[in-house]
């Protein structure tokens, strides 16, 4: 079996040689002296977009969710509060939804109010054709949503302005998880006739208008995004004066730059780990907290030889998964061999393809590749499979297409690693051109259809999250049947059946979910990791002076 014990090794010894080594370098550098009102982050790829309709990563969301707001949102307990709804009420067979508006709101780039007019026109700019989101399943269970987003009717009558702070939502069949899914981006609301632009900000463009604690000052592609308070926020203003997101996508770099101090608040990488928990320098300054997400390693059903479910099983039973938890991951991560983490279910599931290269090996031959039988048999001479795997261009996706590599290598499967830089990475990805790729998806809202449907929904190819284009009609009538169901026990059926189908059909091999470790200098003051990024409006975090 493969050795992974090379790469933890690497992390502890070698990696923070090499971090001393840079920070004789960086304590010199030219980056501006930190100021006490800015917190500065470190992400590792510059955000896509920070346009609602348009936001499909983690990324942009978590910025997204300091510039806007929706009629709802998700509290800490990630239950659903009124956000710039006040109230609402749901009609007794599920499909009406009447909110009343707060009336002081006003959007940041124009101090206009925000009405109801103004959520009909953000919800329907998602579902216009002209639009292309990749976001029109949040809304398309809005009565009517299909025949506005096909072009077949200007028309959207699921939605209704009764005034300027009452409007009215009727979905075209009952849909329990509805209220969760409107505190995504894609619920948010946006500036009328300012969507693509936002004025007064020099620098920036593609980003409307918004409500949120915050406003975009500057953006600097690969390098940096810069918020800075909004006054007139309608809830408690921020603590900070902004928020510095710096995009550095080498761990190294990472981590030496919030050694000498140029960021303040870092989401500790692997290779990292067991030096900052074992440091009593940082004792205090780490913060760590369960993940609602799925690590897995996507199977692209639609090409060949992933068609073949025999194929797929054998490249799961292939995987020593636990053991890379264990040795590589240190253990950072709850083992989860099905795509639904148990945080959002009471059911376990049965291990299906737990490590057997043994039994691997048999699947593959008997799919037709694997080594020849030796001379004289009269059998087929096998085929050799060879696969290519994208990851994102950051270290540990790196490592991690490396250390699987060496596993499906070990049972005769040919790997090419092709790492690429997010933006080309998820273009390649949404287009099918992988047959292996390495992804996370976490969670949007707490509900196990958050995870079911955009990841395994035929309807959800590509951008929407089923990049592995997995397609099983009874899968896809037994994630309707949930969303349907108003009773939790029943849900829950469904949901498990579903679960259990797509654990056997394996489009994907699913890791583990990840527990979250942070780590914040000492002038942080209130940092908290939430289950959900959405809920972060960045307004608790104060910086000691």
């Not at 080594?371 to 290519?388: F, H, I």
């Not at 209130?526 to 975090?541: A, L, V």
């Amino acid at each position: 079996m493969p050795d992974v014990r090379h790469a933890a090794g690497f992390s502890v010894a070698a990696f923070f040689t090499a971090v001393i080594f840079a920070m004789t370098v960086f304590s010199c550098s030219s980056r501006p002296e930190k100021s006490s009102d800015l917190v500065r982050y470190r992400i590792d790829s510059d955000p896509t977009t920070l346009d609602p309709a348009y936001i499909v990563d983690v990324t942009g969301a978590t910025i997204a969710a300091k510039l806007f707001n929706g009629l709802v949102r998700l509290d800490a307990e990630m239950n659903v509060v009124g956000d710039i709804a006040r109230a609402w009420r749901i009609s007794p067979d599920g499909r009406t939804y009447g909110f009343t508006l707060r009336d002081d709101v006003y959007f940041n780039n124009n101090n206009q109010k925000v009405t109801a007019r103004d959520f009909e026109y953000s919800f329907k700019r998602i579902l216009d054709p002209a639009t292309h989101s990749p976001n029109t399943w949040v809304l398309n269970r809005i009565d009517g949503a299909e025949d506005f987003s096909s072009g077949r009717s200007a028309i959207l009558r699921g939605l209704k302005v009764i005034d300027d702070v009452t409007l009215e939502i009727t979905l075209s069949a009952p849909f329990a998880p509805f209220l969760k899914l409107l505190t995504m981006s894609p619920g948010c609301v946006v500036s009328r006739g300012e969507s693509g632009r936002s004025p007064g900000v020099s620098g920036v463009s593609g980003i409307p208008g918004g409500t949120g604690p915050f406003t975009v000052e500057k953006w600097t592609h690969s390098d940096e995004v810069v918020l800075k308070r909004n006054p007139r926020y309608f809830e408690n203003p921020a603590r900070v004066g902004g928020i510095v997101y710096r995009v550095i996508p080498e761990d190294l770099t990472a981590v030496t730059e919030f050694m000498v101090g140029n960021v303040d608040i870092l989401e500790i990488p692997v290779s990292a780990h067991t030096k900052f928990l074992k440091d009593p320098a940082y004792a205090g300054l780490i913060e760590s907290a369960p993940g609602i997400n799925i690590y897995y390693m996507g199977l692209v059903t639609g090409r060949k030889p992933l068609d073949n479910p025999v194929v797929r099983r054998a490249i799961a039973y292939a995987i020593d998964r636990e053991k890379i938890l264990d040795t590589y991951y240190l253990k950072r991560g709850v083992y989860a061999p099905w795509p639904v983490p148990d945080t959002l279910k009471k059911y376990r599931l049965k291990d299906c393809c737990r490590y057997d290269p043994e039994k691997a090996g048999k699947l593959l031959k008997s799919a037709g590749y694997g080594p020849n039988t030796g001379p004289n048999t009269g059998l087929k001479p096998a085929l050799k499979l060879k696969l290519n795997f994208y990851v994102k261009a950051v270290q540990e996706s790196v490592d991690m297409a490396e250390i699987t590599a060496s596993y499906l290598q070990a049972v005769g499967i040919d790997v090419t690693i092709k790492p690429l830089e997010w933006s080309a990475y998820k273009a390649a990805l949404n287009n099918g051109e992988a047959d292996l790729f390495w992804l996370s998806w976490w969670a949007d809202y707490p509900d196990a259809e958050n995870f079911l449907f955009p990841l395994f929904h035929s309807s959800n190819f590509g951008a929407a999250g089923n990049r592995t284009r997995y397609k099983n009609p009874a899968v896809d009538e037994l994630i309707a049947s949930g969303s349907r169901e108003t009773d939790e026990a029943r849900r829950e059926k469904y949901y498990r059946q579903a679960e259990s189908i797509i654990a056997q059909d394996v489009p994907g091999v699913f890791f583990w979910n990840k527990n979250n470790y942070v780590v914040h200098q000492s002038r942080v003051k209130n940092f908290r990791i939430y289950p959900i990024y959405s809920i972060d409006k960045g307004t608790q975090i104060e910086l000691s002076k």
